[in-house]
């Protein structure tokens, strides 16, 4: 589904080249759920800017679906950013006018296609998420858990090849950290959504299928879950350890 292939990215400041991605190379297969993990910067965030068109890189390929984004004029990159990726954003990124539904319909209302598929779409999802007691509420009037599983719930109404959450905890107390992965869990259950995380938290981390340690632009690990979260959860804490050495 997301094939990444020897990434190479480097900022210029000034007269000075920064190296930050140094040839990342992995593949997250059709309902994954995989996090990336390591210390600040490591190039998550670079990272992700490269996978969501954002920002260009240097050198490589990124293969999204079956298309390969590397020379994609601007039109055609945005047309992939609205279409084939979702997007969920720490800071929730709701629009304040809008209602929970109305927000949860932004991508469709974009391409000018709210029609009855997706508006019945846009209520299966409403529903998936538990969120029908606030549907027509609007983001001032709902917590942070509540925004955060309407984020979720508008990355997936296009049903995008993958959806690329941007530390989607990080303004979360535990209680709605977890109602959020748990969001993720249901759409990968219900929907074989494609998730990839960008996270500081281990916790969050421990809910994903796999996850890949980035050190100083390069992949330095990738661990797979085998056993329980927690355990999961411990071999982080002692990989992310291992890591700062």
Do not use: W
């Not at 059709?30 to 965030?45: D, T």
């Not at 979702?86 to 990124?93: E, H, K, L, S």
């Not at 998420?129 to 508008?154: L, M």
């Amino acid at each position: 589904m997301l094939y990444v292939k020897n990434l190479h990215k480097s900022y210029i400041v000034g007269n000075k080249e920064y190296p930050v991605l140094k040839g990342v190379s992995f593949q997250i297969a059709k309902g994954e759920f995989v996090a990336v993990m390591g210390p600040s910067g490591s190039g998550k965030s670079t990272l992700l800017n490269c996978i969501s068109c954002y920002i260009p890189f240097d050198k490589g390929e990124i293969t999204l679906g079956g298309t390969q984004l590397t020379n994609l004029s601007e039109t055609e990159l945005a047309k992939v950013r609205n279409e084939k990726l979702g997007f969920v954003f720490q800071d929730f990124m709701l629009l304040d006018g809008l209602t929970v539904r109305e927000n949860i319909l932004v991508p469709r209302i974009i391409q000018g296609k709210v029609d009855q598929e997706a508006e019945t779409f846009a209520d299966r999802l409403i529903a998936l998420f538990g969120i029908e007691h606030i549907r027509n509420k609007y983001p001032a009037e709902i917590s942070g858990g509540e925004k955060q599983r309407t984020a979720v719930a508008r990355s997936l109404i296009n049903d995008p090849y993958v959806i690329l959450a941007d530390e989607p905890t990080g303004n979360l107390d535990s209680k709605s950290s977890r109602t959020v992965i748990d969001s993720f869990k249901h759409a990968k259950k219900q929907m074989n959504a494609t998730i990839f995380m960008v996270t500081h938290d281990s916790f969050a981390a421990s809910f994903c299928d796999r996850v890949i340690l980035l050190k100083d632009g390069t992949v330095h690990r990738q661990l797979e879950k085998t056993g329980s979260r927690s355990d999961f959860q411990d071999q982080l804490l002692d990989a992310i350890k291992e890591m700062s050495e």
